[in-house]
C-alpha cells in the first residue's frame, strides 16, 4: 500500500508530526538542541513502557527534518543477526547522497535477538562517521548494556493532557468532526497516553458519524464494562464471539480491564492476582503478534483465574 494512499485511510498516519516540535511531549526542545549540528547526532534510544507516545513519530521527524537517507527497520520483524549483517550492514557501509549521515531507524529494536544486538553494536562503532541509529523500545531491560552505552537515552511518558487535547481539537476541525470539550476529555481518560489510540478512536467515531462527546466515548467504556461481566460469568462463547468480530481493540481494553480489577471489590485478591498475571503477559505479547488472536486466546486463562 502506497504511503499516500495510507495517509488518506490512517488519521495516525495522516497526522503525524512533520518536524520535531511537532511532537507532543518533553523531549523536543532536548532533540531540537541536538539537530542544529547534523554531523554530530548521537545516537538516540526512545524508551516508553506505553506504546502510542510518540516514539515512532519522533523518529521520522528528525528523518524528516534532516532530509538524511534512511533504513527502516522493524526490528520485531526483521530481528534476526542476518537483517542487521546484510541490510543494516549494506546501508551503513556508503556514504549519504547529500553529506548529511545517514540514519538506520530500528522500531521495536527490544525485538532484536540476543545474537543480533552485539552484532548491531559493532556497526555503531564500525560506520559511526556515516550513519547514526535511532532504536525505540517498550522493554528497556531486553536491550544489553553496550547497546544503550552507545545511545543518548529520552524517555517517552505521559505527555500533558492539556497539549494532547490541543492536538486532537485541531483534528477535528481539519476533518470537520464535531467535539465538546467534555469529550475530549473524556476521550483522554479512557486512552491516556495512548495517543495514537486516541486518534484511532476518534476516526472510528466519524466512520460511524457520530460525535467526539461523552455519550459516544462513554459506549466504549460500557461496552468494556459490559465484557469484564461477561467474562467474570465465565460466558466464554459470549465474550469470544464479540472479541473476534471487532467488538473491542484488544490492546485498549487489555490496558483498561488492568486498572478496572484493580477497583474491582467484588473480586477476591487471589482471583485479581491470577487475572493481573494474564493481563500483564498480553501486554507482554501483543506487539510481537496479532493483538486480536493474544487476546482471544487469552480469555481461556482469564476465565480459568476466575474459577
Same mark, same amino acid.
Given at each position: 500500500m502506497s504511503e499516500v494512499l495510507l495517509k488518506n485511510i490512517l488519521w495516525q498516519e495522516k497526522y503525524r508530526p512533520a518536524k520535531v516540535m511537532d511532537v507532543i511531549g518533553k523531549s523536543r526542545e532536548k532533540i531540537s538542541m541536538y539537530l542544529k549540528n547534523p554531523q554530530n547526532i548521537p545516537n538516540f534510544l526512545f524508551?516508553?513502557?506505553?506504546?502510542?507516545?510518540? #516514539?515512532?513519530?519522533?523518529?521520522?521527524a528528525i528523518i524528516n527534518e534532516l532530509g538524511c537517507d534512511y533504513l527502516l527497520l522493524n526490528s520485531s520483524d526483521e530481528r534476526g543477526v542476518d537483517a542487521i549483517r546484510e541490510k543494516v550492514k549494506e546501508f551503513s557501509k556508503t556514504l549519504s547522497t547529500n553529506g548529511i549521515r545517514k540514519c538506520v531507524f530500528l522500531d521495536e529494536a527490544d525485538?532484536?535477538?540476543?545474537?543480533? @544486538?552485539?552484532? /548491531?553494536r559493532n556497526l555503531?562503532?564500525?560506520?559511526?562517521?556515516?550513519?547514526?541509529?535511532?532504536?525505540?523500545? *517498550?522493554? +528497556?531491560? =531486553?536491550?544489553? $548494556?553496550? !547497546?544503550?552505552?552507545?545511545?543518548?537515552?529520552?524517555?517517552? *511518558? =505521559?505527555? @500533558? #493532557? $492539556?497539549? %494532547?487535547?490541543?492536538?486532537?481539537?485541531? %483534528?477535528? =476541525?481539519? $476533518?470537520?468532526?464535531?467535539?465538546? =470539550?467534555?469529550?475530549?476529555?473524556?476521550?483522554? @481518560?479512557? +486512552?491516556?497516553?495512548?495517543?495514537?489510540?486516541?486518534?484511532?478512536?476518534?476516526?472510528?467515531?466519524?466512520?460511524?458519524?457520530?460525535?467526539?462527546?461523552?455519550?459516544?466515548?462513554?459506549?466504549?467504556?460500557?461496552?468494556?464494562?459490559?465484557?469484564w461481566k461477561d467474562i467474570k460469568e465465565l460466558k466464554f462463547s459470549q465474550v469470544w464471539e464479540f472479541v473476534k468480530t471487532g467488538g473491542i481493540e484488544p490492546e485498549v481494553f487489555n490496558k483498561w480491564l488492568?486498572?478496572?480489577?484493580? #477497583?474491582?471489590?467484588? /473480586?477476591?485478591?487471589?482471583?485479581?492476582?491470577?487475572? !493481573?498475571?494474564?493481563?500483564?503477559?498480553?501486554? #507482554?505479547?501483543?506487539?510481537?503478534?496479532?493483538? !486480536?488472536?493474544?487476546?482471544?486466546?487469552? !480469555?481461556v486463562d482469564l476465565v480459568a483465574a476466575l474459577k
Open positions: 524508551v516508553s513502557a506505553t506504546p502510542g507516545t510518540g #516514539k515512532t513519530s519522533m523518529a521520522k525485538g532484536l535477538t540476543p545474537i543480533a @544486538q552485539p552484532a /548491531l555503531m562503532e564500525t560506520y559511526s562517521k556515516n550513519v547514526f541509529f535511532i532504536l525505540t523500545c *517498550n522493554y +528497556e531491560s =531486553k536491550i544489553i $548494556e553496550p !547497546l544503550v552505552n552507545r545511545c543518548v537515552r529520552i524517555e517517552f *511518558n =505521559k505527555p @500533558q #493532557k $492539556e497539549d %494532547i487535547a490541543e492536538y486532537l481539537i485541531n %483534528i477535528c =476541525k481539519n $476533518e470537520e468532526l464535531t467535539y465538546t =470539550k467534555e469529550g475530549i476529555e473524556k476521550l483522554i @481518560q479512557l +486512552e491516556y497516553p495512548s495517543i495514537r489510540g486516541m486518534v484511532n478512536t476518534m476516526q472510528d467515531l466519524k466512520n460511524q458519524e457520530m460525535d467526539v462527546v461523552p455519550d459516544a466515548i462513554s459506549l466504549k467504556d460500557e461496552a468494556f464494562i459490559q465484557v488492568f486498572y478496572e480489577v484493580g #477497583k474491582d471489590n467484588d /473480586l477476591p485478591l487471589i482471583k485479581k492476582m491470577k487475572v !493481573l498475571r494474564v493481563l500483564a503477559e498480553n501486554e #507482554k505479547t501483543m506487539r510481537y503478534g496479532d493483538s !486480536l488472536i493474544i487476546f482471544s486466546g487469552s !480469555l
